[in-house]
C-alpha cells in the first residue's frame, strides 16, 4: 500500500484546490478524507506522498492531474432510492400534487448533485409507476460537478453491489440486463435523462424552470456564502409551486424563497410569485443570465 | 423487535448474516436446511425468512413453494440470498413468491436496504 505520511500543509493546499474549483469546503475535522481518496490517483501517477501530488500539479497547472485530483476529492456516494422514505413521499405525494397543477402535461426534473446517476434513475422508476403521469411528457436533467460521475451515470451501468442498495428486485427485472458482472439500465429509462457535468454554483446550462428538483447532500458542503448562492440558483430555476427535495438534515430559510412542507419532510415548495418566475421573466425578455463570479 | 430465520447450510455465512442483523436490531434464529426452518415456522413464523438457494433435503425455491402451502395468516417476508445470481434464478424466485432477492456476496448496508423495501425495518 503507497505510504502516505500526513502532511498537513499539503491537505491544506489540496482542500483550496477543492474549494477553489468547486465551491466546497472540507473542514480540518473531514481533511482524512483526502488522503483515503487520493490515494487510487497517487498509485495510479506512481506518487507516494500529497505533496509529491502538490509539486506534480503545481508543475503543470493546466494538465489534467489537477481536474482528476479534484475529482477524486469529491464524494460520490450514492444509491438508488436512496433514503427510502423520500421516494416515497415523492410517488404517493409529490408527484400526483405536481399532476394535479401542471396544465400542459409537462413535467420537468432536475437532479442538482446527482453523482453516479443512481437518483436520477431511481426517479425515472418512479415517473414510470406513477399513473398520474400517464401520457404526460416527463424530462429529467441530472447535473454534477463531478466528471467522472457524469460519465458513469451516463453510461448506465452499475456493479452488482450497487444494484443491492436500494434497487427493489422487481425494479431491476423491469429496467436492467446483467452486462458480464454488471448491469446495464435500459434505454428507455436513459433517454428520460439527461446528465451533464455542471456545477449548481454556475448552473448556466440547467436552464428550468423546473417542477421538481432533488438537491440532496449537496448544500452542506458548502460554506454560508456558497451555499446561500446555491439556493439562489435553485430558486431562479424552480417555477412557482415546484417542489424542492433536500438530504436528511438540510434546511432552508424562508428567505430563499422556499417553504418547508408541514406535512413532508426535507421537502419545500417554491414561494408562489405575483408573476412568472424570475427565469420565466428572463426568457420572456430574452435577457441572458447574469455572468457568474469567478469561484476563488 | 422483528425475527429473522437465517436458512443456510453454510455456517459461516449463518455467522456473519447473524452479526450484521443483530446490529440491526433484528431477534434472530437459524436453520441449515429447509425441513428444520420449515419447523421452526410452524413453531413461530418469523417477520422475515433470508433464505439459501442450494441446500441439502430441499432447495430454497421448494422451501418457499412448501412454505406458501402453509397458508399462515402472517406469512413471513422472503429474502433470498443466494451466488445464483442470473435473471432466470431471480425470476423464477420472484414468481414463486420471494419478496426481495439478495446476491452474493453481501454486506450491511444491502441487508438494510433489503429489510427497508420489505418493510421489516
Known sequence: ?296 | MPNCLIVDDSKVIRKVARHILESLDLDVHEAQDGREALEMCEDQVPDVVLLDWNMPIMSGLEFLKELSRRNFAHPPKVIFCTTENGVDHIRAAVDAGADEYVMKPFDRDTLESKLQIVGVL
Open chain 1, 1 to 296: 500500500m503507497t505510504k502516505l505520511p500526513a502532511s498537513g500543509a499539503a491537505a491544506g493546499r489540496l482542500a483550496d484546490l477543492l474549494s477553489r474549483e468547486t465551491g466546497q469546503t472540507l473542514s480540518e475535522a473531514r481533511r482524512w478524507r483526502i488522503e483515503t481518496s487520493l490515494r487510487p490517483l497517487l498509485r495510479a501517477h506512481g506518487l507516494h506522498t500529497l505533496d509529491d501530488l502538490v509539486r506534480a500539479i503545481d508543475r503543470d497547472p493546466a494538465g489534467p492531474l489537477k481536474a482528476e485530483a479534484v475529482d477524486a476529492m469529491l464524494n460520490h456516494e450514492s444509491s438508488f432510492f436512496r433514503d427510502l422514505a423520500v421516494f416515497q413521499a415523492i410517488e404517493t405525494v409529490v408527484l400526483p400534487r405536481l399532476a394535479s397543477t401542471i396544465a400542459d402535461r409537462r413535467l420537468r426534473i432536475w437532479c442538482a448533485g446527482c453523482s453516479t446517476g443512481q437518483e436520477a434513475y431511481s426517479l425515472a422508476m418512479v415517473v414510470k409507476r406513477t399513473p398520474a403521469l400517464e401520457g404526460w411528457t416527463v424530462s429529467i436533467e441530472a447535473s454534477d460537478v463531478s466528471a467522472l460521475a457524469i460519465a458513469k451515470a451516463k453510461q448506465g451501468r452499475y456493479s452488482q453491489m450497487d444494484m443491492q442498495r436500494g434497487l427493489p428486485i422487481s425494479e431491476l427485472l423491469r429496467w436492467f440486463q446483467p452486462v458480464g458482472k454488471e448491469w446495464q439500465v435500459a434505454d428507455e429509462l436513459r433517454q428520460m435523462v439527461t446528465f451533464r457535468q455542471d456545477n449548481i454554483l454556475q448552473a448556466r446550462r440547467a436552464c428550468g424552470p423546473f417542477d421538481l428538483i432533488l438537491c440532496r447532500n449537496v448544500l452542506f458542503y458548502f460554506p454560508e456564502a456558497q451555499r446561500q448562492q446555491a439556493c439562489s440558483e435553485l430558486a431562479l430555476r424552480a417555477r412557482p409551486g415546484a417542489h424542492l427535495v433536500l438530504g436528511a438534515g438540510e434546511m432552508l430559510g424562508a428567505e430563499t424563497g422556499f417553504t418547508a412542507c408541514r406535512d413532508l419532510s426535507c421537502i419545500y415548495v417554491a414561494q408562489a410569485a405575483s408573476g412568472p418566475s424570475t427565469l420565466v421573466r428572463r426568457a420572456q425578455t430574452q435577457a441572458p443570465l447574469p455572468p457568474h463570479p469567478p469561484l476563488s
